[in-house]
C-alpha cells in the first residue's frame, strides 16, 4: 500500500486509500500540477504481457467520452505499480447507501429516480458496447455506483484493479498461445453464470449485471 503524502510521477499526491482488492488498490489522490482530486488505482501486476495489456486498456479507456463514466486521465508505470489516473467522484456509493438508508431506496417514492437510473446507465452500456473496441465492465454492482449532486448516477471502477476485464497483448504485440491471459473475478449476487464459470463475458453479462443490480 502507498502512505499517504506518497507523490508519483511528480504530480500525484497520495491522500488516503479508498479500497483494496485481490489485484491492487485505489487511492484518492491530488494533482499537484492542475490541483483537483485524482482517483489513483493501482495494479499488480508485473509480468511483461500484463504490462503492455494494462497500457492498450487505458488507451482504450482514456478515449471514453460519456456523462455516466469517470474520465481517465493519465495512465503511468512506476515501480512495480502500473497507475490508472481517472476522475474522482465525490460522495458515498450505492452499496453504502443501500446499507444506510435501504427502506428509502424500497419505497414506491423512489422508483421513478431509480428508473431514471436505468435509462442512464443504459445508455452508457450502449456506449460501452458499441464502441469500434467494444468495452465490457463485467463488474457492476451497488459499490461500483456513485451520485453527483444532482443526483445523477456514474459507473466506476472498469476492474483494471481487481481482475474484472480480460486483457491480452495489444494487437501489435507479437503474440503466442501463452500471450492470451483471463483474469477471472466476479461480484455474487451480481454476476452472470457464465462469469461464475470463467466464461468469456460480454455484452449481455453486463445487462444481467445491471439488471440483478437495479433489482436490488
Known amino acids: ?71 481517465v486521465i493519465d495512465h503511468f508505470i512506476e515501480g512495480q505499480g502500473q497507475f490508472l489516473v481517472m476522475e474522482f467522484i465525490h460522495g458515498e456509493d450505492l452499496g453504502t447507501q443501500l446499507a444506510r438508508l435501504g427502506p428509502r431506496f424500497a419505497s414506491p417514492q423512489a422508483m421513478p429516480t431509480i428508473l431514471r437510473w436505468a435509462d442512464q446507465l443504459l445508455d452508457a452500456l450502449h456506449y460501452l ?14 459499490k461500483n455506483l456513485k451520485l453527483t449532486p444532482s443526483y445523477d448516477i456514474i459507473l466506476l471502477d472498469f476492474g483494471l484493479a481487481r481482475g474484472g476485464m480480460t ?42 449485471s445491471l439488471a440483478a443490480t437495479l433489482y436490488h
Open 129 to 142: 458496447h458499441t464502441r469500434p473496441v467494444p468495452v465490457y465492465h463485467r463488474d457492476i454492482k451497488p
Open 1 to 71: 500500500m502507498l502512505e499517504p503524502g506518497a507523490i508519483l510521477q511528480g504530480r500525484y499526491q497520495v491522500i488516503a486509500p479508498v479500497g483494496k482488492g485481490g489485484m491492487g488498490s485505489v487511492y484518492r489522490a491530488r494533482d499537484l500540477r492542475l490541483r483537483t482530486d485524482v482517483a489513483l488505482k493501482e495494479t499488480l501486476f508485473s509480468d511483461d504481457v500484463y504490462r503492455r495489456a494494462f497500457e492498450h486498456e487505458a488507451q482504450v479507456l482514456a478515449r471514453l467520452r460519456h456523462q455516466a463514466l469517470p474520465r
Open 167 to 208: 486483457v491480452s497483448a495489444p494487437p501489435e504485440a507479437p503474440t503466442s498461445p501463452g500471450d492470451q491471459r483471463k483474469i477471472y473475478g466476479f461480484t455474487p449476487p451480481y454476476a452472470p453464470i457464465e462469469q461464475m464459470r470463467d466464461g468469456e463475458p460480454d455484452a449481455r453479462s453486463d445487462l444481467y
